[in-house]
């Protein structure tokens, strides 16, 4: 290969990556728009969120088993083509669930692009630079959800929702063409004779209840509905049923079995605990930001660019320590207090709190999860043998999206039930005995007297507004607590490094030479 077409190669490869990650975090600007537009509830609309992230999840383990079967560029060229049309369809839904049937299968097709692209970038440098390419495709993971509210807000607010999906067309087009003429076989093809039908279905099974019950149980009064019984039975039963078959069998789609590696499994618990924190920071703050600090859209989206400049130059640093022998765990143990500190500052947020406030914190989010990016994946690779290592790799991506994925619908329960709490707090400080609240009622009268309503109907006002800002302040709080939980998650989950910190050695991403 010339060196121009390799240079094309990976940055069609690194585009498809970024376009496959936007979509993870574009929408959920537009949330509030598409909710209006199409008639559905906030939390029938939070599917068109949830149905791509479980998509990612069933597809992004089995990746390497089907680029196997079907021939890696056949399968690659493949998933753009589903992608790119999917993307054509959910601009053109015309109600909710048709949108949120096409952006599970445009999940499907963009897990191949986020995997397989890691793949070949890997491949395209050497050995002795891939510290260096791991940098350059942590970049692509980290700027994708990053640009995406930004990008979102922008074309929600001066032209119209559809086209956060249209957008995608014409570059899968480009992509598709590109890797048409670009794109090969790897050099050794992983051999895998028999089809693991039992183990897809079951994860497939598994994923897609699990993730249903947690998404519908706050709405539907959980265990009181015959619906979330029978699929928490389901979940269960396939899930454990998927582990026993995985382990039992010789060809497994999934290798259960490299989570024997103490490194890798503790990778695992950081990875899920990072895509936990990274995907509910991304999907909460634009609504505080828009229903509670009263930006727009495209506003929202301009406060991640700062921490998005700063994260460049994290990951180039990044790759700098760990081509230097810096430990990964010394570089995940900096990322977590960074991100942990990030959601201390939020959970401190108020009313009032401004854009610049937003932004400077959402810096240090974006530092944190710039420098977890790759060490986490040498970490979960460390320990393992070479045939192991993309396995390990898959596993570890999965895991990642699986927080994500479960950690909307858990954040969304939650803030629900600290919402009620919160509510019920405040109210019942609104009583007669309470002069402070007394007085603020009688100023709001006054108010309204002034501006020529009678009596009642400005004490009517009054009540009206007073029960408005009790809402705002309950929802802010219940926001407040949802950011105290993530960063918590974190500081729980970060001894974990303990366990590791002697037995971590550098390993120069050999993952990324085998078709994971």
């Known amino acids: 290969m010339t060196p121009l077409n390799r240079k094309l190669l990976i940055f069609t490869v690194i585009l498809a990556a970024i376009m496959e990650l936007i979509d993870i975090s574009i929408v959920n600007v537009a949330l509030s728009h598409m909710s209006g537009n199409l008639g559905a509830t906030l939390e029938d609309t939070s599917w068109v969120i949830t149905a791509y992230a479980i998509a990612n999840v069933i597809i992004i383990p089995i990746t390497s088993f089907l680029s196997a079967n079907l021939g890696r560029r056949n399968y690659y060229i493949g998933s753009v083509i589903l992608f790119t049309f999917c993307s054509f369809m959910c601009g053109h839904s015309s109600n909710i669930w048709m949108l949120v049937f096409f952006r599970f299968f445009q999940g499907i097709g963009g897990g191949a692009l986020l995997s397989i692209s890691q793949v070949v970038v890997f491949e395209l440098f050497p050995k002795e630079k891939q510290s260096t390419a791991g940098a350059l495709f942590g970049a692509g993971i980290f700027i994708g959800p990053t640009i995406g509210p930004t990008l979102g807000g922008y074309i929600t607010e001066n032209y119209d929702w559809p086209w956060i999906f249209l957008i995608n067309v ?48 706050e709405v539907e ?51 899920f605990v990072t895509g936990f924190g990274m995907f509910i920071s991304i999907y909460i703050t634009p609504v505080v930001a828009q229903r509670l600090l009263s930006f727009s859209p495209y506003q929202t989206g301009l406060l991640l660019l700062p921490g998005a400049l700063f994260a460049l130059l994290a990951l180039k640093t990044c790759g700098t320590l760990l081509q230097k022998g810096v430990s990964p765990v010394i570089i995940i143990a900096a990322g977590f207090l960074l ?50 290592v993309g396995q390990g790799a898959a596993l570890n991506n999965m895991m990642r999206q699986l927080g994500g994925s479960f950690g909307v619908s858990i954040i969304n329960t939650y ?11 405040l109210i019942s400080s609104v ?34 507004l007073m029960e408005n800002i009790v809402l705002r302040q309950s929802s802010l709080l219940s926001y407040r607590d949802a950011f105290f939980l993530v960063g918590l998650f974190f500081v729980v989950t970060l001894p974990l490094l303990l366990f590791v910190i002697n037995k971590s050695k550098k390993r120069k991403s050999d993952f990324i030479i085998s078709d994971h």
């Open 170 to 217: 014409p570059i899968g087009i480009l992509v598709m063409i590109s890797c048409y003429f670009l794109l090969r076989e790897p050099l050794v093809k992983p051999e895998i004779s028999k089809v693991d039908w039992i183990g897809i279905s079951l994860l497939a099974i598994g994923v897609g209840a699990l993730q249903t019950v947690l998404e519908r149980g």
């Open 221 to 271: 009064d959980w265990f009181e509905t015959r619906y979330i019984v029978i699929l928490t039975v389901i979940a269960t039963s396939t899930l454990l049923a998927f582990i026993y078959w995985e382990l039992s069998i010789k060809n497994p789609v999934v290798n259960l079995r490299v989570l024997k590696s103490k490194s890798l499994s503790i990778a695992a618990v950081l990875t």
């Open 339 to 388: 991100f942990i500190y990030f959601n201390w500052r939020m959970s401190e947020m108020t009313l009032n709190t401004s854009a610049a406030e937003v932004a400077s914190s959402l810096i240090f989010r974006a530092l944190g999860m710039a420098l977890l990016t790759v060490p986490l994946t040498m970490l979960a690779v460390s320990s393992l043998d070479d045939k192991d």
């Open 415 to 425: 803030v629900a039930h600290r919402f009620a709490a919160h509510r019920n707090e």
């Open 431 to 464: 009583t007669p005995d309470n002069i402070l609240a007394m007085d603020r009622i009688n100023a709001y009268i006054k108010y309204f007297q002034s501006k020529g309503f009678a009596y009642n109907e400005a004490k009517f006002k009054a009540l009206k």
